[in-house]
């Protein structure tokens, strides 16, 4: 069937067959799958990486001077070079594979921040932030007396240079933001917040597995100095994921976990460790999770990141549009301004709304009947739903896969939401 592409080239019915999953249904219907902030669909070539190391290789890395080793190893390189080049890191050792963006933050934030904060210091944030990216900085400020201070929103949830420069003194280390809301889509000013935090000698963090998935990413660009990720956002697998650290920053921090293969020398009463990333990636990784992780990136490079982001671009705006009409319906964030953004920054391809007064897993639960999946609550982000003043939101997040055809069934089942709750 040819699909409703929002645009000619786009090459909608490849990458849909590329994706197994599309073809099967959910509760007796064909699935829609709108959870993409949440975690994504796997294609074919993710799926047989990781069963071709399962299948045929199986072996360690780092340790065996068998050829099963030895390959292991190699394609494992592979995907961190793979990593690399998707996000223009400068090396292959800035980039440290990990269990996903949650254990990157608090690496992070224990191995920077718990190592070079003392009392007085500030860590400006905002409420914007996934927990993942509060939570750790909330308890290094509690063990080493910083303070934190968040950047002023606008009403539509954004963040301006201003703002940022107001939240910012001489007395903060490090800014800790999100590269694109989970809750809303937005993206904050990501280089201009840099240039602030870094003319103030401070270091930034950018959360960014929404903003990896969806957006193009040049580290080097940005000027980020840390930034997190995970796999099973961007068509990888779940349980990896991966950290960004300028060179000079991994450097000089003390790691999250100690044992083995990140060692150089262990007497009884002390070690010595590796170089980075090694000294980040104690014990036996998840190397067919890792695999997975490189194949994604190469998937998603071989059809483009532009492309990707465009297009979802165009759902956004149809999906704003058609949701918006639903009786009842409120949006949050900069698409209830109907993707009219502030400072010429486009929402990613995420839609927060709510029906009347339906609550949100309610509106989740007659969706679910009708084969289309989002997420409802408060997503991983209290902070932002009081800034919202609601409990929860449904939300509608969108991927390289989704259509036009998608968003139809997702307002003909708000419609009947309707109708369930009249
Ligand atoms: N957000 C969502 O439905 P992990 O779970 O470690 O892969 O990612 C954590 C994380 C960090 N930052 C942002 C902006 C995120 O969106 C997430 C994960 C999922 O929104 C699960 S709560």
């Known amino acids: 069937m040819t699909r409703r592409s929002v645009t000619r080239t786009y090459p909608i019915d490849r990458i849909r067959a590329e994706f197994p999953i599309l073809g099967t249904t959910m509760r007796g219907k064909p699935l829609v799958y709108l959870d993409n902030g949440a975690t994504s669909l796997k294609p074919q070539v993710v799926i047989d990486a990781e069963l071709d190391y399962l299948t045929r290789i199986s072996a360690s890395i780092h340790r065996g001077v068998y050829q099963l080793s030895e390959e292991a190893t190699v394609k494992f390189d592979e995907a961190r070079a793979s990593v ?38 500030e860590i400006v944030t905002t409420e914007l932030e996934h927990h993942a990216n509060l939570i750790p900085w ?32 001489e007395r903060t280390r490090l800014v800790a933001i999100t590269g694109m809301s989970n809750v809303t889509g937005y993206m904050p000013p990501l280089r201009e917040t840099a240039e602030i935090a870094h003319r103030n000698g401070a270091v930034i963090v950018v959360d960014g597995p929404q903003l990896v998935s969806h957006h193009p990413v040049d580290v080097q660009s940005l000027g980020c100095d840390f930034l997190t990720f995970s796999a099973h956002k961007m068509c990888g697998p779940t349980g990896v994921g991966a950290l960004y650290g300028r060179r000079d920053l991994l450097e000089a921090m003390d790691p999250l976990l100690y044992g083995g293969d990140m060692i150089v020398r262990v007497g009884k009463e002390s070690a010595t460790f590796k170089g980075v990333p090694d000294k980040f990636e104690t014990g036996t990784p998840n190397i067919s999770g890792v695999l997975g992780f490189g194949a994604a990136v190469n998937y998603l490079r071989s059809i483009g990141m532009e492309a990707i982001a465009d297009h979802e671009r165009e759902l956004l705006a149809y999906a704003a549009r058609r949701v918006g009409e639903v009786p009842g319906v409120t949006l949050y964030g900069p698409m209830a301004e ?77 419609h009947k939401t309707l109708e369930v709750f009249s």
Not at 87 to 99: L, M
């Open 338 to 414: 109907r993707g009219v953004a502030a400072g010429g920054v486009d929402p990613g391809g995420i839609l927060s709304f709510n029906l009347g007064e339906i609550h949100p897993h309610d509106v989740g639960a007659v969706l679910d009947g009708e084969g289309v999946a989002v997420r409802t609550g408060f997503h991983c982000a209290q902070p932002m739903m009081q800034f919202l003043g609601v409990p929860g939101t449904v939300r509608a997040s969108f991927y390289l896969y989704n259509t036009l055809e998608d968003i139809d069934r997702l307002v003909n089942a708000l």
């Open 138 to 169: 909330q308890q290094v400020a509690a063990a080493t007396g910083a303070k934190l201070r968040f950047v002023p929103l606008d009403p539509a949830g954004r963040v301006s240079p201003e703002s940022v420069q107001s939240a910012v003194t």
């Open 84 to 121: 690399r080049q998707f996000i223009n890191a400068g090396d292959d050792g800035e980039v440290v594979f990990t269990k996903g963006a949650t254990e990157s933050s608090n690496i992070v934030a224990f191995g920077w921040g718990r190592k070079f904060l003392k009392a007085g210091d």
